[in-house]
């Protein structure tokens, strides 16, 4: 618990907003008071005495015409109160229901993120920051059972300096399958592992074959480093087929496994230490195959855990043979450092089969052994035992005392596992770099294995420009003693220095020519470019960058990484599944734990967890976009709302003289946020959508107008308020100066009172506020329409209700409504007319931005809307079953996903080269686009425009429809006819916003 650390508070950037926006508002109710109050002061020094009727001079300090300071100060407290509904307070209400809405019901219960092979469903642990999902630019990513399965298979191995090991993984598969290669087949590229953790083919080392190798003794002792090196707890029967061990991580059960299918099998583990099973050796010098095995013991006399900072891990036993023997496993960075200068024979071979094991995308390790003497390990265990009773820094004696004895060590060989990427990852990735998302993977792993893995799963691409960085030939220079650990550090920053500058020119001209470039830095370099002098040029770099990949790094870079580029502005969301990503998860924006084999530690320091990378698509490109827009809009009409309604009371009351009278009847003023208007802009936050979910998948661009700030910039808000003035203006004067202007608004010749003209007033303020809701609406469901309607009902039958109250309850409205103001044709006919010109402006704005100022989601709207007629068309506008009554052949997948939304298939001869020949006439005035695929992407940093090869037409689409046609007997070459062209309809003025995004992104090669 000391060494925990509490959850850091995080909020969404919309809510922190808001109490910009409230503190806007609080100051616009002091300013309101204040003219109240001087405008109060006034009348009643000045206008009051000649209104002899009002006899002011008898009244109280209210009204006191020698005290104007008093007059003013209980006016502005006064008008304080009476324009408190400026401040939205249910909104916080509002907005929290609705975000527990999205939450509980819709990310929770999202079939399509549930992992049924874990019966592990998706987890909401937050609901303050829902939107925030929406506004992603950076994603940092773990790679060990986040990107991959951390399902770990012993595949290769290095032993004395030979290489074993003959399968073919999956990362080579893949890059092969990416390059157009033949992907290897037969017995080595099987998949399919031998034993859960073992995958190893080789029949050098079958069975005890080892045993005759000219190294057996190194062969021998790799073994028994595997099978000793550990802190495996075995259950179960203690026979090679039934038992089972229970290890920290992965790779240590790996390890035992594949000790055990070598002969080497790890029995128990005792008080005294463990009980291995091993192939006797012959009396031979390099020993016999003697076909027999023996149970032995090791004593265990000390376990040197492992940790993030150390990297290694070891084990001091008394072998028997009565040696008292070190066995290490550990990172090659690290054993390197410790290996007997000038004794190694392997080191060389090892090394360069490592590094092609990394560029087989597989995780490496050292295996080291020493041989103590019992004075020097007595001298030393006299020391440990010390270190580890002390109660002050304990954990730095004991890593102290390691490094005392963990050094002169012989290289004994490596292991290679591996580690398969989790199915959807390259997808999932490739999606969210279009939707202008950065993703940065920080990872324990070797440069090359990282770079590999990169490849694999589309975060590095063949068209890319790769700047790698590292100072791999100072810390050669450091191992081998040829310069000081001082020349090191200074050479090293230098180095990092100019590598990092020439990586920004690099990126620039780039950025010229319409490249994407990805980055690659080592731990040790980072560990540099993280120093205050070095950050702004990392964090340069690596925001110019598509694609980042941080190698060898420890938790705490991969925190101050994440630090780094959330305190640069850029929204950032972790997610990783271990202990050593929660300090990452913690320092994000949002973080996203996977329950994955390496404990629940990430899942509870998490905001969102879920079981496989590929959920994150849909958390952020359609549950994060959802979440965001919604609560943008929601925030920024309930400001409106609350705007217009109080600016009418201010109104009045300037019309009163500021005399704090009240338009309104109390109770239906209370009731307006309550009943009137929350409705409506509960069920927006909760269900409203601009494009389907097939859509935002379809068309990741979309996702920029959350990277953005779209819909919550200044910008809007400022239209909102406007918009809000103008209504409660327009509202106010048309009712009180052109509706009821004094003359007979009855047959019998009455006048409206104020309480008659209140109503008015109030009636069209309710039914304007709740239709504006409706001109905002994208999806309409019964939801909506209750809402909406019912809201605007309510507000009748509250005035029919209060009409028909005792007095003493409903006072001014006692028989206002029922027998005064609802028999008056007037009042019906000028309700319609106000709310029409209190929200005409706002209509013709909307339109005028839809025919020439098109934003991407109208252009996906209308297309949309087009391939839902095309379905019906094709259909004889009753379904499929209309259409098999009408003997319609059945249709293909393609044409029945275009049904069901996905959207027309265009079809054409050759694919046009301009924009301008896009466009054509399907025979019935429709126009159609036909769009070529392009060839590469890149971020923007302004408001992009939907890029035209993600429209169904493309050059990917045409071909996949000439392949089907081939495949079932068509002719391919299709005709330009009507009838064969299926139609795209897209206004002009959205063809020339898909014209500009040409211009304006890159092209994606896919």
């Not at 001109?775 to 605007?792: A, E, K, P, R």
Request: hydrophobic residues 40%; contains cysteine; negative net charge.
């Amino acid at each position: 618990m000391m060494n925990s650390s509490a959850a850091p508070s995080k909020r969404s950037s919309i809510e922190r907003g808001m109490d910009t926006i409230v503190f806007a508002m609080l100051m616009l109710l002091f300013l309101m008071g204040t003219v109240t109050a001087c405008v109060c002061g006034l009348w009643v020094k000045n206008t009051s005495p000649k209104m002899w009727y009002l006899d002011t001079a008898s009244a109280d300090m209210v009204f006191d015409p020698t005290d104007t300071v008093t007059v003013g100060i209980v006016a502005f407290l006064t008008s304080y109160v009476l324009y408190g509904y400026l401040i939205p307070i249910s909104l916080y209400v509002s907005l929290e229901f609705v975000k527990v809405i999205q939450a509980t019901v819709f990310l929770n219960s999202d079939r399509q993120m549930y992992h049924a092979e874990t019966d592990t469903p998706m987890r909401a642990r937050t609901s303050n920051l829902n939107e925030e999902l929406g506004m992603v630019h950076t994603v940092l990513s773990d790679k060990t059972g986040t990107l991959t399965c951390n399902s770990m298979e012993f595949f290769k191995c290095s032993i004395a300096g030979v290489s074993y090991g003959e399968g073919v993984t999956e990362i080579e598969r893949s890059i092969a399958k990416r390059a157009g290669k033949p992907v290897p087949t037969g017995a080595a590229a099987s998949t399919k592992a031998i034993e859960p953790g073992f995958n190893f083919v080789d029949v050098r080392l079958e069975g005890t074959k080892w045993m005759n190798l000219a190294e057996a003794e190194a062969a021998r002792d790799f073994f028994r480093v595997l099978a000793v090196c550990h802190t495996v707890i075995p259950e179960g029967e203690p026979t090679p087929e039934t038992i089972c061990y229970q290890a920290e991580s992965p790779d240590e059960s790996a390890f035992v496994i594949a000790a055990k299918r070598f002969g080497f099998f790890f029995k128990r583990r005792t008080t005294s230490g463990v009980d291995v099973v091993e192939p006797v050796f012959g009396p031979g010098q390099g020993g016999e195959v003697t076909g027999k095995s023996e149970e032995v013991h090791y004593e265990v006399l000390n376990i040197l855990e492992f940790n993030s900072t150390r990297k290694r891990m070891s084990a001091i036993v008394r072998t028997p043979e009565g040696t008292i023997t070190l066995y290490c496993k550990g990172a090659d960075s690290i054993i390197y450092e410790r290996l007997e200068y000038g004794a190694q024979r392997f080191m060389e071979s090892t090394q360069a089969h490592m590094d092609d094991f990394a560029s087989s995308g597989l995780r490496t390790l050292c295996l080291a052994k020493r041989d103590l003497s019992d004075a020097e390990y007595a001298q030393w265990n006299e020391g440990y035992t010390a270190a580890a009773q002390s109660l002050e820094k304990r954990d730095e004696k004991i890593d102290a005392m390691a490094e005392l004895i963990e050094k002169d060590l012989f290289l004994v060989g490596a292991t290679a596992i591996e580690d398969k990427l989790q199915d959807g990852v390259p997808r999932c990735i490739e999606q969210m770099m279009r939707a202008g998302i950065s993703v940065w993977v920080l990872t324990g792993d070797k440069q090359d294995t990282a770079i590999n893995i990169g490849q694999a799963c589309s975060l590095i691409r063949n068209d890319m420009d790769l700047h790698v960085v590292n100072i791999n030939e100072l810390v050669k220079q450091e191992s081998d003693r040829e310069i000081t650990r001082q020349e090191f550090q200074d050479l090293g920053r230098e180095a990092v220095r100019q590598q990092l500058t020439e990586g920004i020119k690099k990126c620039d001209t780039a950025e010229k020519k319409d490249v994407d470039m990805a980055l690659v830095i080592d731990g040790r370099s980072l560990s540099f470019a993280l120093e205050k002098e070095l950050a702004h040029l990392f964090l340069s770099l690596g925001s110019g960058c598509t694609s980042v990949v941080c190698c060898r790094v420890s938790p705490l870079q991969k925190a101050l990484v994440t630090s780094l580029v959330k305190d640069s502005g850029r929204i950032t969301l972790a997610i990783g599944d271990g202990a050593n990503d929660v300090g990452m998860i913690q320092a994000a924006h949002i973080g996203v734990g996977i329950s994955g084999q390496e404990g629940m530690q990430a899942v509870m320091a998490s905001d969102f967890a879920f079981a496989q990378f590929r959920f994150l698509e849909r958390l952020l490109l359609v549950h994060g976009r959802y979440s965001y827009k919604r609560v943008a809009r929601m925030v920024t009409y309930f400001f409106y709302k609350n705007l217009a309604f109080g600016l009418t009371l201010f109104m009045y009351n300037l019309e009163t003289s500021a005399s704090g009278q009240v338009v309104y009847n109390d109770w239906l003023m209370s009731a307006f946020n309550i009943f009137m208007v929350s409705a409506p802009v509960v069920a927006l936050g909760c269900l409203d959508q601009d494009v389907n979910q097939r859509s935002c998948l379809q068309f990741p661009h979309l996702y920029r107008q959350g990277q953005n700030n779209a819909c919550f910039t200044v910008k809007v808000q400022l239209g909102w308020a406007l918009n809000a003035v103008y209504v409660s203006c327009v509202t106010f004067y048309l009712v009180f100066y052109c509706i009821h202007d004094g003359e007979a608004d009855n047959p019998a010749g009455h006048a409206f009172g104020l309480w008659e003209v209140g109503t008015s007033l109030y009636t069209a303020i309710v039914v304007a506020i709740n239709l504006q809701m409706a001109q905002m609406i994208n999806y309409w469901t019964w939801v909506q329409h209750v809402s909406i309607w019912g809201s605007i009902l309510v507000w009748y039958l509250c005035n029919v209700l209060l009409s028909s109250t005792d007095p003493y309850l409903s006072t001014y409205s006692y028989r206002l409504f029922v027998p005064t103001v609802a028999p008056t044709a007037k009042y019906w006919m000028s309700t319609p007319l106000v709310v029409m010109a209190a929200l005409l402006p706002d209509l013709l704005i909307r339109a005028f931005r839809r025919m020439y100022v098109p934003e991407d989601h109208f252009a996906v709207q209308e297309y949309e809307r087009r391939a839902r007629g095309a379905g019906k068309r094709r259909t004889g506008g009753s379904g499929s079953k209309g259409a098999d009554k009408q003997g319609v052949k059945s249709r293909s997948p393609m044409e029945r996903d275009v049904e069901a939304g996905a959207g027309p298939a265009l079809t054409v001869n050759a694919p046009p080269a301009k924009l301008e020949d896009f466009t054509g006439d399907d025979g019935g005035g429709d126009p159609y686009v036909v769009a070529p695929r392009r060839t590469s992407y890149k971020r923007e940093s302004g408001m992009s425009k939907i890029p035209v090869e993600d429209l169904p037409g493309s050059l990917a689409h045409y071909e996949a429809l000439q392949a089907e046609m081939a495949s079932r007997g068509q002719n391919p070459a299709l005709s330009s006819s009507p009838s064969n062209v299926r139609s795209l309809a897209v206004h002009s003025s959205v063809l020339t916003a898909l014209e500009r995004s040409q211009k304006q992104l890159r092209p994606f090669r896919g």
